[in-house]
């Protein structure tokens, strides 16, 4: 086993837990594909929500570091990939500073996008001081208490769906739309499949610790068949936005399906176990391809409705 050194750089690093940053990169893909087809693209504008977004995953992670190690979660019995300060990598309280520090200068990126469209929002931009308290809120109470009760999915739902996707929109666009709603539940979707592995692989360990997730809840084929259906539905969702019925708009969210259901299928085969890491792995990395080949069909359709060359 690798030695990490107490609050070096790479226990840092291995706390950010960087591969997770794929549910932050993705709704902000998402939203901004839409305004380049709504002509209302602003660079600074979507790299403001991109770096806004890693930054909250970022303190996130902190956070659910630090909490599950000192409600005594991770035990050592925990199937998932090593925690920071469970491991002794970093110290719960450089963990608090890190946390602090993170909160902090994601909160500074969100008050450049004050700058940027401040005068310009139709609310002269409180609505965005509303929203980045909001996303900080829930990074707290995701691993305090939501996470626990059952209440995650929906969670991921709203703060890796409506929030993000909707939120890239509206500084850039100044307005939300139909498009950016169904958009928005797609995002969510597809980032909920990575919570259901989680919840999957630890639901023998969260039953244990108390943590009543929906998987705990109604039990292993439930978690099972959850997982398989919300890759489906975000693909058929996707068929919303091939509107001038372009055959490549309406084929390309089905490879995200074929991606889906073959790592439905390993994770099936494998069931439990530390094996289900590999999953994990899977799942962001169809995210990822879900992300792009829907901005894909949104900027396809863009370009065949509006007879671009």
């Not at 305090?144 to 703060?159: A, R």
């Not at 692989?201 to 108390?210: K, L, N, P, V």
């Not at 969702?237 to 073959?262: M, Q």
Request: charged share 15%; aromatic share 12%; hydrophobic share 50%.
């Amino acid at each position: 086993m690798e030695t990490i050194k107490t609050d070096s750089i790479r226990a840092w690093i291995l706390a950010a837990r960087p591969k997770t940053l794929t549910g932050a990169v993705v709704p902000v893909l998402i939203g901004t594909s839409l305004t380049l087809a709504d002509g209302q693209f602003k660079v600074m504008g979507a790299l403001l929500c991109l770096l806004f977004a890693c930054g909250m995953q970022i303190a996130a992670n902190f956070i659910n570091d630090l909490y599950d190690y000192l409600k005594g979660t991770d035990r050592e019995d925990r199937l998932g990939p090593e925690r920071a300060c469970a491991q002794g990598w970093i110290t719960p309280e450089s963990m608090k500073r890190g946390i602090g520090v993170t909160v902090i200068l994601a909160c500074l990126t969100g008050c450049g996008l004050l700058y940027e469209n401040w005068g310009k929002l139709p609310y002269g931009g409180w609505e965005l001081i509303l929203l980045g308290l909001l996303c900080v809120v829930f990074a707290f109470l995701y691993t305090t208490v939501l996470s626990y009760h059952g209440w995650g999915d929906l969670s991921v739902l709203i703060f890796f769906g409506f929030v993000p996707v909707g939120g890239t929109y509206y500084v850039q666009a100044y307005t939300i739309t139909a498009d950016v709603i169904i958009a928005s539940v797609i995002s969510g979707l597809i980032i909920d499949t990575l919570l259901v592995v989680n919840n999957y692989r630890d639901r023998e360990q969260d039953a244990a610790s108390g943590k009543r997730t929906l998987i705990v809840r109604f039990g292993e084929p439930f978690g099972r068949y959850m997982y398989l259906g919300l890759g489906i539905a975000a693909t058929l969702l996707s068929l919303w936005f091939a509107r001038d019925w372009n055959p490549t708009a309406i084929l390309l969210p089905f490879f995200y399906l074929f991606a889906h259901v073959r790592t439905w299928q390993r994770m099936c085969r494998i069931y439990r176990g530390k094996k289900l890491n590999s999953i994990l792995g899977e799942t962001s990395r169809n995210m990822l391809l879900m992300g792009l080949l829907l901005s894909a069909v949104i900027l396809i359709e863009f370009r065949t409705i509006s007879n671009l060359p």
